[in-house]
């Protein structure tokens, strides 16, 4: 398919480097440990060639002589054994704390990534597929698990063993170390032709994954609206596009990757043959010419031996075993680092910016009638508001929210929100009202700074809302949100995420408050069902009670209620009208509803039509005009 073929891009530079420095910096002396039992592991394989040379020398020596070959072997057999019993407990103890340190660090990572992506604004997650997100957490940490747990070791193992086998290999013969380095050239050059076109297509795997399984996640939560458009045949066309998409990289990667063994072992098969035809011919010349030495060694020439020669053989096998181990470690290496990479393009991406320094504190009244800061928890609210001179003003929360002349646009190259002004005095209910795409949910957005204006002022008690940390702006705001979430967990949990350290009482209260009380009774366990799948096995006028329950915990001096009663029947939002009444009084509150009945009752409504505010007033008022509102009210339009 088109774009299959495209040339996919390396994983960024530096990665390596920050993944290793990340493991040396959390896991230190685990690592050390390890390394120190890699080498004694390498050393006890290596020993194994040596004693080779020294037995097959032991037993050439004795059959010439005809004297017994066990006063020299046993020692020697002896030795080996305890330096393979010791190789054997080196190779146990790191495998068994890299396995232990390898769930640490990705456990580390998971968190990291997780704080982190709490700390992103929510723009990032209009403009990333959230399936794409949680491939990051499976897929590419998976693939971060296979090269920390086996390919590191590996190649810190394989590149000691090369440099130790090398040395070994020149104290025996130059000449025969020469036709190995030789072979080793192709056998890197092959690696660096086919290893790096399969890196590149494992790479570009990890990103197609990622929208499989993006795609995949999108198609479950909306498999009711597939079935019901009977778009199950169009579903599955896209999905099918895209999986070979999948299909078409990784089996270009895995093409290059899977050949690349053969290929490295035929090479070192052929160098083993070389240096055995060559070998035997240095054993000739040697038994032909005693007196002459033929065999340079890194000391000199010396006499080569049938021990030498076989030790040599075993090191050549052992040699391009470890090159080829080496190349088939890089491609999982290279997708190690592409998971890598994605992992800290996520933890690298710029949190949400918070240069607000005023704070909402609790208040308390004197018998004077002025207030004071306190700890104790109270209805009472203020806002902190230090001062470059190092003064401190208190500003009593009142709820008192102006917009001015405000513009916004999710993106600067169009605007959706056009010289907006509003303003809510303490205590009153604004009504935003218009068809969809108008422009009420992003009023809101702004108010708790989701989104920050392009232009304009939003005052808050008369505080410009830039100056007033993000966290505490939104601790002020109880939000019914458009979209019910539910977390899995209890009903009572649910409510509470409302206000953490509210009591069973208060929870109680209010789901009461809400018209929520009454079936969270007939639940199977009442409070205590436990809710899955984003209340799944709840109704959607449920779901949506219970997120009213949530802001009415909350108790916060502002509300926001976004389509609260847009999921429930008519019966139950004149009983829930009841309980959001109370919730409101005394409270500054936006309401954005279709049911024009809902907002009779506001001190102001604001008639949106995209992005202008094209009416406002009371409900009397605005019939009186006979426009828009008018036209909604008594259904001549309708609101879509």
Not at 118 to 144: C, Q, R, V, W
Request: aromatic share 10%; charged share 20%.
């Amino acid at each position: 398919m088109e774009g299959t073929m495209k040339k996919p891009q390396k994983a960024k530079k530096g990665t390596f480097g920050r993944l290793v420095k990340i493991l040396f910096k959390e896991f230190k002396w685990q690592l050390i440990l390890v390394m120190i039992c890699i080498v004694i592991t390498s050393f006890g394989n290596l020993a194994s060639s040596i004693f080779v040379k020294n037995i097959t020398d032991a037993l050439t020596d004795a059959i010439k002589a005809q004297t017994d070959p066990w006063e020299k072997l046993t020692p020697l057999l002896i030795m080996m054994a305890g330096i393979y019993v010791v190789g054997l407990l080196g190779s146990f103890t790191w495998n068994y704390v890299m396995a232990i340190t390898t769930q640490k660090f990705l456990n580390f990572m998971r968190i990291k990534l997780f704080d982190h992506m709490e700390t992103l604004p929510i723009k990032y997650f209009d403009t990333h597929a959230h399936g794409d997100i949680m491939s990051i957490y499976t897929n590419d940490i998976d693939t971060i698990r296979q090269l920390v747990s086996q390919c590191l070791p590996n190649i810190f193992q394989t590149s000691f063993t090369v440099i130790a086998l090398l040395f070994v290999m020149l104290r025996y013969s130059v000449w025969l170390t020469l036709i190995v380095l030789f072979g080793s050239v192709f056998m890197f050059l092959n690696t660096k032709h086919i290893g790096g076109k399969s890196a590149k297509y494992f790479v570009k795997q990890q990103k197609a994954l990622g929208q499989v399984e993006g795609y995949i996640e999108e198609s479950i939560k909306g498999l009711k609206v597939i079935k019901v458009f009977c778009h199950e045949e169009k579903s599955a066309e896209a999905f099918d596009e895209i999986n070979n998409h999948l299909c078409d990289v990784a089996t270009v990667g895995n093409i290059n990757g899977n050949i690349l063994g053969p290929i490295m072992g035929n090479i070192g098969n052929f160098l083993y043959v070389l240096l055995a035809v060559f070998g035997s011919i240095l054993l000739i010349l040697q038994n032909k010419n005693p007196d002459t030495l033929y065999n340079l060694t890194l000391f000199g020439f010396e006499k080569v031996s049938y021990g030498v020669l076989v030790s040599f053989l075993m090191m050549c096998r052992m040699f391009t075993n470890n090159i080829s181990n080496f190349s088939q470690q890089f491609t999982f290496v290279v997708m190690g680092l592409a998971g890598a990479s994605r992992v800290f393009d996520l933890i690298d991406e710029p949190s949400e910016t918070d240069e607000g320094y005023v704070t909402l504190v609790h208040i308390k009244y004197n018998e004077d009638g002025a207030f004071e800061e306190t700890d104790e928890r109270t209805r009472y609210y203020a806002w902190k508001h230090p001062h470059g001179d190092g003064t401190i003003t208190y500003t009593e929360l009142k709820g008192d929210i102006l917009l001015t002349e405000v513009d916004f646009g999710y993106t600067p190259e169009k605007i959706v929100l056009h010289d907006v002004s509003i303003y809510a005095h303490p205590g009153q209910k604004i009504a935003l009202v218009g068809a969809t795409g108008a422009g009420k949910t992003t009023i809101t957005n702004l108010i708790n700074r989701f989104y920050d204006i392009a232009d304009g002022k939003i005052r808050y008690d008369g505080i410009n809302i830039n100056k007033i940390k993000k966290a505490d702006l939104r601790k002020s705001l109880g939000i019914v949100l458009q979209d019910t979430n539910l977390f899995t967990g209890t009903v009572m949990e649910n409510i509470r995420y409302g206000r953490l350290d509210a009591t069973d009482e208060e929870v109680y209260e209010a789901a009461r408050i809400a018209n929520a009380y009454d079936f969270i009774t007939r639940l199977p366990e009442g409070f205590n069902t436990m809710l899955n799948g984003d209340g799944s096995n709840l109704s959607q006028g449920q779901r949506q009670l219970l997120s009213i329950a949530r802001a009415a915990v909350a108790d916060a001096p502002v509300m926001i209620l976004d389509e609260a009663t847009s999921s429930i029947d008519t019966r139950t939002e004149k009983l829930v009208q009841k309980g959001t009444d109370q919730l409101m009084e005394g409270r500054t509150v936006f309401v954005i509803a279709h049911r024009l009945s809902t907002v009779r009752n506001s001190d102001a409504i604001m008639v949106l039509d995209h992005g202008y505010i094209i009416e406002r007033g009371t409900h009397e008022e605005l019939l009186k005009q006979k426009g828009t509102y008018y036209q909604l009210y008594t259904g001549a339009f309708e609101l879509e």
